[in-house]
């Protein structure tokens, strides 16, 4: 009797936590002491799993989307502008400083001085001299490193110094001054223009200069006036012609210390900062010259000066 009293006083106990838990929440058998369950404690909250119904595997979180690679910075600017928002500040325009043209002169001599100079990261203007023993070959050298070949004509000076084989004298006559020049051209050619080397006599010559600046123009060869003397009538001859020629600014290695070099290039740049473009003429012989240029070539790059050769600068092809 007392056994069958137990299991039935068991079994309501049971039945009374089935039914309050399909009302919502277990509630406590009568005479216990109930739990504040609607309030809990603030400080003693942490987050928890989402809860997910007996018999159904848990949701899994999505891993996060690739990132999107960046736009273009114009597209940046349209999406800021649809939304009003303040566009990525601008870069700063680039400041152009000027053109600068190196020409090199009396290459042919060796080709140990020449080589260092093929390396020149930039445009340049390599000038060979004619009838030396390595005068083809520098050539070739030149245009396969895709440097800029000069003929550098050599002429009389008013000193008396010796110009070297292939030269221009001031007692020739027409027809052999375009016989030497003809010779020079097809044995350093092609070339993309010509200069003088020394010269001082023959480019103040009208006659002469008038001869060459023809010929100059038949070839397609421009013309590169190296102003070894302030009396050359090369610039008025070419313009009574009606053609463009160059002519040098500065003259780097007079001095061939490297401070001194460095010295003669920043007087260039000046000049290229003030009037557009800027002509200097070193040599290959001026062992510290092709590291110097080497050295400062993208810094002059980075401050907005831009290089070309001789050619370029005299048709304004840059």
């Not at 609607?38 to 989307?65: C, H, R």
């Not at 292939?166 to 007692?171: F, Q």
Request: net charge negative.
């Amino acid at each position: 009797m007392l056994l069958t009293a137990s299991i039935t006083i068991v079994s309501l106990a049971a039945l009374l936590v089935v039914v309050n838990a399909q009302s919502g929440r277990p509630r406590p058998l009568p005479g216990m002491m109930e739990l504040d369950l609607e309030k809990p404690d603030l400080a003693l909250s942490y987050p928890t799993a989402p809860e997910t119904a007996l018999g159904e595997e848990p949701a899994l979180t999505p891993l996060p989307a690739p990132a999107e690679p960046m736009p273009p910075r114009d597209t940046i600017r349209q999406v800021a502008a649809s939304i009003g928002a303040a566009s990525p500040p601008e870069l700063p325009p680039r400041v152009e400083r000027g053109t600068l043209v190196f020409v090199i002169d009396d290459a042919g001599h060796n080709l140990h001085q020449l080589e260092p100079f093929l390396l020149f990261p930039g445009p340049i203007t390599i000038a060979v001299l004619p009838g030396l023993s390595h005068s083809v070959e520098a050539a070739r050298r030149i245009r396969e490193a895709g440097k800029e070949v000069f003929l550098h004509q050599p002429m009389e000076a008013v000193g008396g110094e010796d110009p070297g084989p292939g030269a221009i004298y001031s007692w020739m006559g027409n027809e052999e001054i375009l016989e030497i020049l003809s010779r020079n051209l097809a044995e350093v050619g092609p070339v993309a223009g010509m200069n003088n080397h020394q010269g001082s006599k023959i480019t103040a010559d009208e006659r002469i200069m008038e001869t060459v600046l023809a010929f100059s123009q038949e070839h397609g060869i421009p013309f590169l006036d190296s102003k070894t003397t302030a009396m050359s009538v090369a610039p008025a001859i070419a313009r009574r012609m009606g053609i463009t020629i160059g002519k040098r600014n500065v003259f780097i290695d007079n001095q061939q210390d490297r401070l001194s070099m460095n010295h003669a290039i920043e007087g260039g740049l000046r000049i290229a900062s003030r009037g557009g473009n800027a002509v200097m003429i070193g040599h290959v012989w001026s062992p510290e010259l092709a590291p110097l240029l080497k050295d400062l070539y993208q810094d002059l790059v980075d401050q907005g000066f831009r290089f070309a050769t001789a050619s370029q600068l005299i048709a304004g092809d840059f």
